[in-house]
């Protein structure tokens, strides 16, 4: 099985930039699941897909933050007019949506800095 | 508040030394799962528990679920160097997809 895989590995923008970054699935899984983590912290959920209806999302999820999954496969996540309070490593996972539907796969995540 | 309180957050020790990571809460799971993170990357599943009292094994490494499943503990024997890492639990409440995340525990084995 290929992993999930992000895109890109590293990002640094200056404030009040936009920015986009991309996750690609394992291919079999129809869940996928963006998370974001701070230093020293665990992962905190954000929003998830099945196929490609959003179907939960946090309140950490604000109004400059908007992710898709327009054919069921791979998803973005926009970040508009970034702030430093949004540096932070983006996680984004994926799972089957069976009985194996709790086992989630993370891919490598998106670092990004705000400057 | 955190959901779940992982205890120690950090642990340093010697090589060969055995060592417990706990993960407690005050909710129900219906799932539990461990994870490992390197720095500058993403979790690494290790294992999942489900049934109440299940107890799994991976090596070194031993796994429990509480039998009431508000908890769970990581123990690892004989550790080694390549253990030294980022050990995350993470839970599902209910019919809920998304996962909790503890905060963590650091632990480093020292050679």
């Known amino acids: 099985d290929t992993g999930v895989s992000q895109d890109p590995r590293h990002k640094i923008t200056k404030r009040g930039q936009n920015v986009t970054f991309r996750c690609d699935p394992i291919?079999?899984?129809?869940?996928l699941y963006w998370y974001r983590q701070t230093l020293g912290q665990g992962p905190e959920f954000l929003t998830y897909?099945?196929?490609?209806?959003?179907?939960?999302k946090s309140r950490l999820l604000s109004d400059r933050f908007s992710a898709e999954r327009p054919k069921g496969s791979f998803s973005t996540l926009e970040i508009q007019r970034t702030e430093q309070g949004d540096s932070a490593m983006y996680l984004c996972?994926?799972?089957?949506?069976?009985?194996?539907?709790?086992?989630?796969?993370f891919g490598p995540g998106t670092r990004l800095t705000v400057t | 508040t955190q959901l779940l309180e992982q205890s120690p957050q950090f642990l340093s020790i010697q090589e060969g030394e055995n060592l417990t990571v706990y993960c407690n809460s005050s909710?129900?799971?219906?799932?539990l799962q461990w994870y490992r993170q390197e720095p500058g990357e993403g979790p690494v599943l290790l294992v999942t528990?489900?049934?109440?009292?299940e107890v799994k094994k991976l090596k070194r490494l031993t796994f429990q679920f509480g039998d009431a499943r508000k908890d769970s503990s990581l123990h690892i024997t004989a550790a080694q160097p390549g253990d030294t890492g980022l050990y995350l639990c993470?839970?599902?409440?209910?019919?809920?997809?998304?996962?909790?995340f503890g905060q963590g525990t650091r632990l480093t084995i020292n050679p």
């Open positions: 996972a994926s799972s089957r949506g069976d009985n194996l539907s709790y086992e989630q796969y």
């Open positions: 291919s079999e899984h129809n869940r």
């Open positions: 897909f099945q196929n490609e209806a959003q179907l939960e």
């Open positions: 909710s129900v799971f219906s799932s």
């Open positions: 528990v489900v049934t109440g009292g």
């Open positions: 993470a839970g599902r409440i209910g019919g809920a997809q998304k996962l909790v």
